[in-house]
Structures are given as C-alpha cells and as structure tokens.
C-alpha cells in the first residue's frame, strides 16, 4: 500500500505542477524537504543515543518488565502476540506515556526501541505485524493530556482562555485512538491484510534481531532479587517529584497561557515540565540501587542510537520529499477545492480543511496553517479552538510511518496506513464536533 501512495503522490505531484504551472515551487518544495529530512534524522542522534541508554538501564534493572506488569490485562488484549514478560510490553507503555505528556524528545526513541523490540517476535522480516500496526495506530491516536504547542499559539495571539482545548483535545484524541484500534481489529481479519502463511519462516525465538541490540547482560547485578532499595529509592524520587510539580501549579507557571489555568492545568503543566529531569535521574538511581553498572550500562545502550538514526534517514527522504513535491506543485489547494462541498454537507469549515490535509503529512505545515486561522479569525473564536483541537487530536502519520518501520526495514506496512488514517479523519471530525458542543459554532 506504502508503495502506491507513494507512487500516486509523485505523478499527482507531476500533473498538478504541470497543468497548474507550479514547477518551480514543486521542485523546490521537494528539495527544501529532503534536506529538512536529512537533517531532522542527524538531530535524532543525540536525543535516540541518551534515550536508548536510559533504556538499556530500565531494562536490564527490570524497571520495563515491572511496568508491563503493572498493565498486564490491557496490554495482553491489546496486543496478544506479545509475551506479557516481553521487553516490548515496557517500552510501549513508556512511549505512549510520554506522547501523553507531549514528550515528543523522549516519545520517538522510546517508540522507536518498542518497534525493535517488537521486531524480535517478527517471524517474516519486512512486513508488519499484527503488534506493530496496533502500535501505530495508538501513535497516530496520541492521547494528549496538554497540547502545550496549540496552547502557546492561543496565548500568543492574545487569547483569554487558552487552555480551554485542553478538554476537547483529550476528547479528540480518545475518539481517534479507538477508531484506529477498532479499524485496526477488522482490517486485519481481511484476507487481503493476513500475512501469508507461505511466507512466514520458523519463528525466531530465542533468537535477537539484528536491528534489536544485544541481550541484557545482568551479571553486573549479583543482588537483582533484592527489590526493596530501589522500590525506597523510586518512591522518594518519585514524592519529590510530586512535591515540585504541585509547587510549580501553586506558583505562576513559565508556559504561556498557563499561569491564569486552573490548578489541575497547572499541575498537570508542572508534570509535563518535570517529566524529562524526573526519568533522567529515575532511570539510573532504580538501576543503581539494582546493582547496575549504571555507566557501561548506558554505553551499551547508547551505541545503537547512531546507527537507528542512520538508519532511517532513506525513509525520511522518500516520504517527506515527496510530501514536499506534492504541496509545492499545488495538491493541498487543490484537494481543498474539491473537498469543501462535500465536507460542508458534514458539517466540517471549510476553513480547517488545509490543516486536516496536511495533518498526517507535515506537522510544521499543519501549525503553520494553523497560525494562520488564528489570525484570521481570533484566537477565541470557534474556529481557533477547533483547530487547535485538531492539531492536539492526531500525529502526523506519515512521518511516524517512516521513522518507525523505517527504523526496522518494514516494507509491507499493510493495514497500518488505513488505520492511520482513519483515526486522523475521526479526529478532525471529533474536533469540530466536540468544540461546536462546547463552545458554539
């Protein structure tokens, strides 16, 4: 399916650049992009280097397997291929916790060793399965518990109320979440989105995949069944976090729009904010006290993030040059056009209609578009909240697409790519409806 969008984009991009004369802006869209994708993987480095070190220390302390734990019924029902004991349970949890958060720094590596992890169970390298697809369409959900990015532009132009998406958001994006789980669960009882039994070799088990680094090494750890010290340790680091982050909503908060919020906004704010320091001295101390070698630890970890952001930078290019060509030659415009009768019959503004195009295809041009509803109309209007709603309801699902198969040479994406979609169609349409209930049209 990958292979065909990608196709359609490319010659569509062609024709509307001809007829419509926009070569030069295709051609300059697509070149603009790719260097915007080469250079967005060479920024993941640092970031997937530090996180895939915390990692490694999560899991060989046994921090990743007690959070599965923690979530055993939901996970096993949400993904029953995966081994509740399995190391991909963990990460899973933590990545949708951060993308939750609006921790994109720390949500993409974390996402990005859950498909690796994953990829350990796979029995047909390149394509994907079952586990991988439902992954991708929580991401392309993304739960948002504070959009703090459409907040900021809110704030900005001078809005009154800016945390008032807050709600709406949460709701979007729950409504986007289970479309894509639901689509997720029927596509995949089609015949045409089964893999192929004839070409499923002997499962790997037992064994490690290339992309998924080396097993654990838990001979540094000669005391790990004594939990205690680094229960004591989690406990007190975790009350201190508590303790800041309810003085951070007692106090005027840094965020813009945020200090006139109510006290739960303020605090959830403070978490949002503490979140990062919390996890970088969380990780290493419960490590620590497990009898970890904490440093050689890291380091083991760390030497996979290069080669993962490496890794992915021919995907990135493939699919944001092409993105680029597609918007430069005029297609955004033209599906606008020719979608806004039939979406007013739904009830959906015409005027949100560029930021629900390009939604799952850029996140710069959707807040881009975005900000510029927001001027058109006032950062208090309808219009205004709904789009901000609408840029918290979804991710960019090609871009997410890209990075995570990318990052373990997935080819055959099959269902994943529909169920993304749909999630980003239901939330732009929860959007719209939610905040026309809300707060009127």
Known sequence: MLNWIWLGLVLAGALIAGFTGNIQPAVDGAFSSVAKAVELAIGLVGVMTLWLGLMRLAEVSGLVQGVARLLRPLLTWLFPDVPSQHPAMGAMVLNLAANALGLTNAATPLGL???RDLETLNRNPGTA???????????????QLLPISAIAVLAAAGSKQPTAI????????????IAGLVVIKLLARLPLFR?????MPEARVGLSSPVAGPEPDLSSAPDIQNRWPARWAGLALLA????????????????PGVAEA???????????????PFLLAFFPLYAACRRVAVYEQFIE????GFQTAIRIIP???????VIGFFRGAGGIDLLSRWAATPLAWVGFPSELLPMALLRPLTGSGTLAAFSDVVRAHGADSFLARAGGTLFGSTETTFYVISVYFGAVGIRRTRHAIWAGLAADVVGALAAVYVCRALFGS
């Open 113 to 115: 060793r859950a498909m």
């Open 129 to 143: 399965t079952d586990a991988m697809c439902t992954f991708l369409a929580l991401n392309t959900g993304s739960v």
């Open 166 to 177: 807050i709600g709406t958001t949460l709701i979007a994006t729950a409504c986007s979440s």
């Open 195 to 199: 893999i192929r039994s004839q070409d």
């Open 240 to 255: 201190c976090f508590g303790w800041f982050a309810w003085g951070m909503a007692a106090a005027p908060s840094a965020a």
């Open 262 to 276: 109510p006290a739960w906004v303020r605090w959830l704010n403070g978490v949002s904010l503490l979140a990062i």
């Open 301 to 304: 970890g760390a030497k996979d």
């Open 315 to 321: 995907y990135l290019v493939a699919m944001l040059g």
